[in-house]
């Protein structure tokens, strides 16, 4: 683990899951530094890991080698204007975890592009340790920062870099509001199942450990998803009477519309939280 200083900007869910992760794989707990406006929530951040925890955003952040900023969208930039020439000075990378809000802009209210800006799109499941996170580094960021940003994230999940920033919309689209098509599917076949007779417990637990078998095969297994599919359908079976009736209503033309509405979306997201 890296003995840098971090300091997250915001002490929430998002954060309070980051620090679990980083102490869990061997964070010294002394070098995070947490600055977090609710007392509660800085006392238990502080009983629970040990962390130093403050009220005010730039003394956490005196010295960092890392800051996370992991504040709403919202909020980010009045988080981070006061930040500008403290974090300038200490040469500071910056991590955003804030969903859609842009690097350049990020760069623009730190006062400049040559601020080192690492963008990261993680996802819900990052709460229980299998997030999926899509990392951006701005030209300034070197190579020693991309690392620690890639550590930081990896501790709560999977990581993998984009070399445009412009991809980031189809990650919103893809991993990012992602969990939620499971789950809704989830929730389709639970209820089918249920209509089919079978209890809503019996129902609902089936469900979920065939989504999570499923998930763990296809990661296990060197074959696409496609070549597994076809390999539990066999002509004139059960699989295959299922698969027919999903083709029949264009499922798949269904997830290029959603995604596709999803990644709009971001981007129309991006421009209103960019116009500060
Ligand atoms: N949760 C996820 O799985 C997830 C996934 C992808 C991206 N993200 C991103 O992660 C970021 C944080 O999300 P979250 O779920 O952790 O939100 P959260 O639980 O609301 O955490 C944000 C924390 O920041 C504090 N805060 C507000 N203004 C602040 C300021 N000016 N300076 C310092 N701290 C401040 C908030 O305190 P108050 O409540 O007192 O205002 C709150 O404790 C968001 O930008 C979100 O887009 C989260």
């Known amino acids: 683990m890296s003995e840098e200083v971090i300091a997250f900007i915001g002490g929430g869910n998002m954060a309070r899951s ?13 070098s995070l530094r947490i600055a977090e406006p609710d007392a509660e929530r800085r006392e238990s951040l502080v009983r629970e890991f040990g962390v130093q925890a403050f009220e005010d955003n730039a003394t956490a952040a005196r010295g960092a080698d890392a800051v996370m900023l992991a504040v709403k969208p919202q909020t980010l930039a009045t988080a981070v204007r006061p930040l500008a020439n403290q974090l300038r000075e200490q040469q500071s990378v910056v991590i955003s975890v804030a969903a859609g809000v842009r690097s350049a802009d990020i760069g623009r209210w730190l006062g400049g592009e040559d601020v080192p800006v690492v963008r990261a ?48 919309d189809a990650v919103t689209a893809l991993s990012g509001s992602g969990p ?48 597994l599919r076809r390999r539990v359908s066999s002509p004139g079976g059960t699989t295959a009477a299922a698969i027919e009736a999903l083709q029949a209503g264009d499922l798949a033309g269904l997830y290029q519309k959603a995604l596709a509405a999803a990644a709009a979306r971001a981007g129309e997201i991006g421009d209103d939280l960019g116009a500060h």
């Open 18 to 30: 980051l620090i679990g992760g980083l102490i869990a794989d061997g964070q010294p707990a002394a």
């Open 121 to 168: 799109m993680p996802n819900t499941p990052a709460l229980v340790k299998t997030g999926a996170t899509a990392l951006y580094a701005t030209p300034a960021v070197n190579e020693a920062q991309r690392n620690l940003a890639e550590t930081l994230l990896r501790a709560v999940g999977m990581v993998v870099w984009l070399p445009d920033e412009a991809q980031m």
């Open 180 to 227: 939620a098509y499971f789950f809704y599917t989830m929730e389709a076949m639970q209820a089918a199942a249920e209509a089919q007779g079978l209890s809503t417990e019996t129902a609902r637990l089936l469900t979920l450990e065939t989504a999570l078998g499923a998930a763990r095969m296809a990661l296990e297994s060197s074959e696409d998803p496609a070549t």
